[in-house]
């Protein structure tokens, strides 16, 4: 009979152990579990300060912009624009013949007694195109009145109202008449200064054409 007690008793602690160690295991397992706000929180920072990698080397990363063309102006916008400056639009130096003298932006009886005058352009001022200035001869020296002496390779120089001097270099020169202008219309990659007067003082109707390139 003593046996027995102590058998069920000893069964009994054993139980009572088992049940125990299952409750501690169930709550260590809770504990673990258990997130608190704080450890949101830190989580969050964490992801929150992690750099943002880009990669630069991908097609949809790649923003190329929109290209605006500006609208060219015509050759008789150009032209009308430098008529209205009605003034002196640079100065012409020609080191072979002497002269050194203003061009006028128009033009006009009294001007082209006194200087060379802008009549047309293709591309404004120094730019790319052809520009045309009209001067007299007199066959005294003064004006253009030496302009038969240039050759090609001879230079002439203008500087604009932006005080930009640019060299040209003499490549054409020819006789034609007073209402030809084609020269004037060729395409040219370069600026391109045409200068032009009558043939001789009493020859209105021809006229001597020196055309000089930019260099």
Do not use: W
């Not at 504990?31 to 991908?58: C, F, H, Q």
């Not at 020269?183 to 006229?207: G, H, W, Y």
């Amino acid at each position: 009979m003593k046996k027995k007690i102590v058998i069920i008793a000893g069964i009994s602690i054993l139980v009572v152990i088992i049940v125990i160690s299952i409750i501690l295991v169930i709550l260590n397992n809770v504990k673990e579990e258990e997130v608190t706000p704080t450890a949101i929180e830190n989580t969050i920072i964490e992801e929150k300060e992690e750099p943002l990698v880009v990669g630069l080397d991908r097609e949809e990363n790649v923003v190329e912009e929109e290209k605006v063309e500006v609208p060219q102006k015509t050759p008789a916008e150009l032209t009308q624009e430098i008529y209205n400056i009605n003034g002196p639009i640079g100065t012409l130096v020609i080191p072979k013949t002497g002269v050194n003298t203003q061009i006028y932006s128009n033009v006009t009886v009294d001007k082209m007694e006194e200087m060379p005058c802008f009549l047309y352009t293709t591309g404004g001022l120094n730019q790319v195109g052809n520009t045309l200035f009209v001067g007299h001869n007199r066959e005294n020296g003064t004006l253009f009145s030496d302009n038969n002496k240039l050759e090609e390779g001879d230079e002439f120089y203008f500087t604009d109202l932006n005080g930009t001097e640019l060299k040209y270099v003499v490549y054409s020169k020819f006789t034609t008449t007073d209402s030809d202008m084609s020269f004037v219309q060729t395409q040219t990659e370069k600026p391109v200064i045409a200068l032009s007067c009558c043939l001789t003082a009493s020859d209105t109707n021809m006229r001597t054409i020196i055309m000089g390139r930019a260099e």
